[in-house]
């Protein structure tokens, strides 16, 4: 068939009445096998990742079951696929200054029998490996960091704390039960200035463990010395109000 002569250097061969590509990737050459096995329900419905060959599978992959992942090894231990020039692509770009193709461009050395016109007027499709960018931006990765090591420094020092006051022979569940007050906020009281001072004892210098645990027992005795006073102006409005009589 003249259609299927070797020096033919056109972008397709016939098989039949189909064009087949000259050149393809693994990508499409996978892609075609998976949408030929779904359409004549081919995949094992007990384990899709196993295919049950048909006639013309079992011919061309000399197997009548074989793995879905295995088809890339029996593509070219078949030899129904040949490598492509393992080189490095190099594609070059003339920039000539009047929108007209450059004279100056010649063919790679491993189509030097393919005409220029033809490489020219051609889509080339190559495998290629890149590099992917990660799927968070980095911002948004040290931002996960950070919260991380929060979370981290949080409870180590809830945890830490703990065993310090422990030490003292205090019931171990009360001090749970006051460390997690003091945790959720709903603690600053003067009577826990002891337990924020463990939790500012145990976390790492200079993280945000301990400057909160130390603003709390500043705020606590803050608010402690406020009541005081508070109450302490109730007592004198009170003799003042005696004097008067």
Not at 114 to 125: R, V
Request: charged share 30%.
């Amino acid at each position: 068939d003249d259609d299927n002569n070797p020096d033919d250097k056109s972008r397709y061969y016939k098989y039949r009445s189909v064009k087949v590509p000259r050149l393809v990737t693994m990508p499409e050459v996978t892609c075609a096998l998976y949408q030929y096995l779904r359409s004549r329900h081919l995949f094992d419905s007990s384990d899709y990742s196993i295919v049950n060959n048909d006639e013309l599978l079992a011919k061309l992959f000399g197997c009548h079951r074989m793995l879905f992942s295995a088809v890339r090894d029996l593509l070219f231990s078949r030899k129904l696929l040949m490598a492509g020039n393992d080189e490095p692509i190099v594609v070059r770009y003339v920039m000539t200054g009047t929108g007209k193709e450059s004279d100056t461009l010649t063919p790679p050395s491993s189509l030097e029998t393919t005409t220029k016109q033809h490489i020219l007027n051609q889509d080339l499709t190559f495998d290629i490996d890149i590099d992917v960018p990660g799927l968070f931006h980095d911002r948004t990765r040290e931002l996960l960091r950070r919260v991380k090591r929060r979370e981290y420094e949080y409870t180590s020092s809830r945890t830490k704390a703990l065993k310090m006051l422990a030490s003292s022979r205090a019931d171990e569940e009360i001090l749970k039960s006051r460390i997690e007050q003091v945790v959720s906020g709903r603690g600053l009281t003067v009577n826990n200035i002891p337990i924020m001072s463990a939790l500012a004892k145990a976390a790492p210098e200079g993280s945000e463990a301990r400057n909160a645990a130390i603003i709390d027992a500043r705020t606590a005795f803050l608010l402690d010395r406020v009541g005081f006073h508070k109450r302490m102006v109730g007592v004198y409005g009170d003799v003042v109000r005696l004097c008067q009589g």
